[in-house]
């Protein structure tokens, strides 16, 4: 791969990163106060609240699909084109960033089977079908934030980054570790709305962290630009 190939590469890496990034946090800024987080605790509650607000849900899974959509896009991005010298790093940093858009991905068709399921909120049937749904759902996503996580770790560990963002990476791959486990420790009983919640909070460093890497990746790559054009 030559420089200007490299160049093209780290800008689209870096593009799909900030654009995985704003769009999560724009569903999150839909999902929060509209009462929308999809808690398995009460799937009567969740089909109530998707059929009352049934266009917001929409908009917010559309968010949701484009965000984890331009994350696994990254991550084959960032495998197709591994830094030097721990390419094997890189190329499994992007592997995992894959691996968790993906899961995200099937994360969001599980919403999606909730909206269906949405039609006749006090349905027995449809609760119990809804219930199966969102435990899936949920335990996809905390899925998907385990290959994040580790995939941020690779990444810190692979990838040719300045020492504070290498160090900053390896804590917020700790905070994420952290929010992943939480539900684990729930047992049977599963994690309450509340420990959903801090979870989410837990995981949110290591999106930022993503955030700025893909920032970097397109400051860098203009500059790289910028010093090979002609005078």
Known sequence: MDAVERDSAARLTGVLLLGSLLAMLAGVGIVVPSGLTLNPADPAAVLTAVHARVELHLIELALDVIGWLALLAAGLVLAARPDRPRAHLSVLAGGLLTGAGLAGLLHDAGNLAVTQLAADPNQPAAVAVAEGVLLTAKWTVNLAGLLWVAATVAAASG???????????????????????LPWTTG?????????????????????????????QCRCGRVRRTATMPV
């Open 188 to 216: 049977t009983d599963g994690p309450s709305a509340a420990a959903e919640q801090l979870g989410y909070a837990l995981h949110l460093p290591v999106m930022l962290w993503w955030g700025v890497l893909g920032w970097r």
């Open 159 to 181: 990838i040719a980054l300045p020492t504070g963002l290498r160090r900053a990476g390896v804590a917020v791959a700790v905070s994420g570790a952290a929010g992943v486990v």
